[in-house]
Structures are given as structure tokens and as C-alpha cells.
């Protein structure tokens, strides 16, 4: 397994590794970008979907705020997912949005853990 850096990126993708994922196979990841509004998390989406994300704008009520999920399945390593937080900062800083992290339900056996 290649190194990964003690940083906010490096403890996500160890928190993948302890549900039991393998990050040398395939994963669905969704990137957060947060919008202020929908209208500018719609020209982020659409500038994400040119770069190969499924992507959609949701509010929530709780926070009060608007999120741009940017979903691409790939290997999860280190240097790749860096390398697209800054891609998804990019592209939504003129709109006013900022990358706010990533999840997945990772990619460990659908056995073990249910539908994935």
C-alpha cells in the first residue's frame, strides 16, 4: 500500500481502510462543494459533469446551506484525490464555493456489510 500522509485527505482514506475497504480496487466517491446558493452549485455541477462527474445540488435544512456532491468512481489513492479536491476547488471558487471534503461507502464486502 502506498503511503499515506497524516492529513485530513491521509485520515479519511484510513477510515475507508478500517471499514474494510481496499483502496487498490474501485470506489464511488462523493466530493462536497459548498455553494452559496443553487444556482451557483448548478454552474459548479455543470462544470463537474464536463469533467466526469455525476453531480447534483442539494440543500440542507439543518445547516441551512447548499452542497454540490460531485461523484466519480475511481481508485482511491492519496495522490489522486488530492489532485481532484484541488480540480473541485477550481472550478468552484469563482462561483463563490469551496471543497469541504469526501466520502464513500466504501468498497468492502456487500456480504459483511450490506448493500454498499
Not at 455543470?46 to 468512481?73: H, I, M, P, Q
Not at 484525490?81 to 456487500?110: M, R, W
Request: with cysteine; charged share 25%; glycine share 8%.
Amino acid at each position: 500500500m502506498a503511503y499515506i500522509p497524516n492529513d485530513a485527505t491521509g485520515d479519511a482514506l484510513r477510515r475507508f481502510i478500517k471499514n474494510g475497504s481496499n483502496l487498490s480496487e474501485l470506489m464511488e466517491i462523493d466530493f462536497f462543494v459548498a455553494v452559496p446558493s443553487k444556482q451557483k452549485g448548478n454552474q459548479v455541477a455543470l462544470e463537474a459533469r464536463a469533467l466526469g462527474f455525476n453531480a447534483s445540488v442539494e440543500f440542507d435544512v439543518e445547516n441551512s446551506d447548499w452542497t454540490c456532491y460531485c461523484t466519480k468512481t475511481l481508485i482511491p489513492e492519496y495522490l489522486e484525490v488530492v489532485k481532484i479536491e484541488k480540480q473541485l476547488s477550481y472550478i468552484a471558487k469563482p462561483h463563490g464555493g469551496y471543497t469541504d471534503g469526501f466520502g464513500s461507502f466504501g468498497n468492502a464486502d456487500t456480504n459483511e456489510r450490506g448493500k454498499v
